[in-house]
């Protein structure tokens, strides 16, 4: 039976349960209602918040009236809502909201049933994984990894082989959770799963665990037909600092052809820390597009490499406030003294986050603090310039 069917059987079981016999006189409530069908959402909303505060089976029927809005906004406030009760009338409710075409209340459902959890939600759970229905199944999934029960990890161990693809990424998203050694087993073998996006899934949480024996296949990946997965494994091995990355996340740098994971590329050779990209990165900080120019500063900042410092000055002048912020901040990892005078022209920026952050960094690097006195900070700089470059 679906969703919407099964709604009305609900509310008439509330009904039959004492609805008939809640106080129907209520004005509050029954204003709600003729709310809940106000053009306005925010109106809508605001009527679903006030029948969550409570918790009679007047206010319960409302709010299952509510789960069935048109507006995917309003069937989010009213899963909090039911929330907030709990019980088993809220976890019915929330089961069925799992099958909602609206991805942001599947979600929000997904998480209140986690957040309730216990014996009830962990069996109604295990039920659905089993449901022919995938999106019942994935999202059920969803729930399980984040409850972490033993009973649910051999479920999902057994879903990372199914044959539909869909059902296998959501196991390997679910069971990404667990602290086990056959999760390292499953993400290693799913970057070969024939599915582009199982691949992508893999390649992103390997990452996200750090998982060393993933470099091989993720390296390999570097070379796969999909962009996404092409990106997610670039990011994987950033996080996970195997040097063996450089050469290929360098190569991917220099092609215009890989547009699309250039820009991960620079972070993941950030995130490596390695000097053999300090060169490749400084031939980007010129780049045309403004989220790469600050990437190339971010990743720069990373490396600690003096070489970097002059790019890096550079950039202080650049139109866009991102990159103009990003090259602050590296020169404060970076901590070298001829970017003294370069900061104290930063305090005449337009921004007052670079200001003040040119500012803390001058304290750091002189000792002196003159805030964001441009003024003060220029005479400090006139009359101990010398002595001060001697200390370099």
Known sequence: MNKPALVPILLSALISGGIAAAPAQDANLKDLKKILRSPEVSVRVEAVKAAGERNDRAAQAFLATAMENESGEVRQAAIQAVQKIGGSYAIDLLTLALGDIHPGVCTSSVKALAAIGGPEVLEKMIALSKEKDYVLRVNSMAVLGIMKSPEAFEILIQAAKDKKPIVRESAVKALSNFDDGR???????ALNDEHQNIRACAAFYAGLRKEARAVDPLLALLQDESSKVRINAAVALGRLGDSRAAPPLIAI???RAEEAARLPAVEALGMLGDPRAVEPLIKYYKDENHLMRAAVARSLGRTRDKRAVGPLIKMLQDKEYLVQ???????????DRSAVEPLIESLNAHWHAIRYNASQILQTMTGQNFELDYEKWKSWWAEHRSEFENKR
Request: no cysteine; hydrophobic share 55%; aromatic share 0%.
């Open 253 to 255: 740098l220099d092609n």
């Open 325 to 335: 912020l990003e090259a602050v901040l590296a020169l404060k990892d970076v901590n």
């Open 183 to 189: 999760v390292t087993e499953i993400i290693v073998e």
